[in-house]
């Protein structure tokens, strides 16, 4: 997997970076071209000739190059896969919050146009203190993945803040790498909007979903290489590209255009918000207000546990939003939809959710897991959602 992949390993201020050495020598050995950055912190450390010998490239620890040469920040991310900052420091975690680029490695991490893995290591209060917990949410909701930190021995003691494995940082990059291709192939049904239901000529009823996170399910499922088919009630936004795009107005409509794709399925993601009435006779002209009160509404048709019940190997997930007992109520119908991942989310919040641009979601799986995302951009949870809980090929 890492031939012909370019990797930048940025090494800063603190005692794991001797293991870091080990970091570059397992991407090397996988066949990486490994280029070294490091902070002038780290060169207290250990010495950059080091990591040279590893890698077999002088290490840059400057962020100025000599006038004939390329502007290194910038070429060096322009064909880079990813870049690791193994250990990430507090300080630099927070120089990277306030955008600085006062050295070669913040440079490169402000310029970058790639993947940004970190692997956090310091002291346990440092790691604890509110601003660095602070920040670590800041740079996960821009995009950025971590691996760690762990509990184990530090060098004051036993704590929370040891940097994460070799393996386990170079796993986590082989992911983020790969990412791009792990649903290759795959058939992809993504839902998406708010349905309408016909009340009469004029009227509807419907919800407030805009259909951005559906829409950034289907471009992040695309970029990792699926044959995506976006169904989509309607929304202000504009299709994404590189799908299969399918439009749809009332629940009914929705159903038939999943239920037709679904035995080639691989996955099927329910970002719809799907209302759950509809008019029992939809009227054909407009109702005369007079006659609105005696409307006979009845359940719209429940997609989603269709799909469970004659679930074979695809792969379900859904979503739930709640505005009270979260867990409890998704759990509930993880179990009687009968599928393998549900996301939820408290749309009582007005800083996520319905029509915002950001989510925070709690994710439970069908084998029992439960775990919180920070707050972050919906493309980010729809990164999240296809890296970590969907089946690893
Ligand atoms: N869903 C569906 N068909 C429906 C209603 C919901 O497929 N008629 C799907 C949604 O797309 C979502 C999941 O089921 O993935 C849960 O939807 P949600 O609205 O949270 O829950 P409901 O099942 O409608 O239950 P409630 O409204 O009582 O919370």
Not at 76 to 104: E, Q, Y
Not at 169 to 185: F, P, R, S
Not at 368 to 388: C, H, W, Y
Request: some cysteine; overall charge positive.
């Amino acid at each position: 997997m890492w031939r012909d992949k370019n990797v930048i390993l940025g090494i800063t201020g603190g005692i794991a970076a001797y293991k870091s050495v080990g970091v570059a020598r397992r991407l090397v050995e996988a066949g990486a071209t490994v280029q070294v950055v490091m902070t002038a912190a780290a060169t207290e450390f250990i010495t950059p000739l080091t990591f040279a010998a590893v890698t077999g490239r002088r290490v840059r620890t400057t962020l100025f190059t000599a006038s004939d040469e390329p502007i290194f920040h910038i070429s060096a991310t322009d064909n880079t896969d990813i870049i690791i900052v193994a250990p990430a420091s507090a300080d630099f975690i927070a120089r990277m919050v306030a955008g600085l680029a006062d050295d070669a490695l913040a440079a490169i991490v402000l310029a970058a146009a790639c993947p940004v893995l970190l692997a956090p290591a310091m002291n346990t209060r440092m790691w604890q203190n509110q601003a660095t917990q602070d920040n670590i949410l800041v740079v996960k909701e821009r995009g950025i993945r971590t691996v760690g930190p762990a509990v184990g021995a530090l060098a004051e003691g036993f704590g929370e803040g040891r940097m994460a494995e070799e393996a386990d940082i170079v796993d986590a990059a082989e992911a983020m790498v790969k990412g791009k291709q792990t649903l290759k192939n795959k058939r992809v049904i993504i839902t998406a909007g708010g349905t309408q239901e016909k009340i009469d000529i004029v009227r509807y009823l419907g919800n407030r979903s805009s259909g951005k996170m559906g829409y950034a399910l289907a471009t992040a499922a695309a970029a990792r290489g699926a044959k995506v088919t976006l169904i989509s009630a309607p929304t202000g936004l504009s299709r994404p590209a590189d799908v299969e795009f399918v439009p749809v107005v009332s629940a009914e409509e929705m159903r038939a255009a999943v239920v037709k794709r679904y035995p080639k399925a691989d996955i099927v993601v329910m970002a719809a918000a799907v209302a759950d009435l509809r008019a029992a006779d939809a009227a054909i002209g407009k109702i005369k207000k007079a006659q609105l009160g005696m409307l006979k509404l009845e359940p719209t048709p429940d997609i989603l546990a269709e799909l469970g019940a004659k679930k074979k190997s695809q792969w379900l997930i859904g979503f739930s939003a709640e505005s009270s007992d979260l867990i409890r109520n998704a759990q509930g119908k993880l179990e009687q939809k009968k599928i393998d991942v549900i996301v939820a989310n408290d749309i009582s919040r007005n800083d996520i959710g319905l029509g915002s641009d950001f989510n925070q979601a709690t994710i439970l799986t069908a084998d029992g897991k439960v775990n919180d995302t920070p707050r972050m951009s919906k493309q980010a949870l729809a990164a999240l959602i296809f890296d970590e809980y969907t089946p690893k090929a």
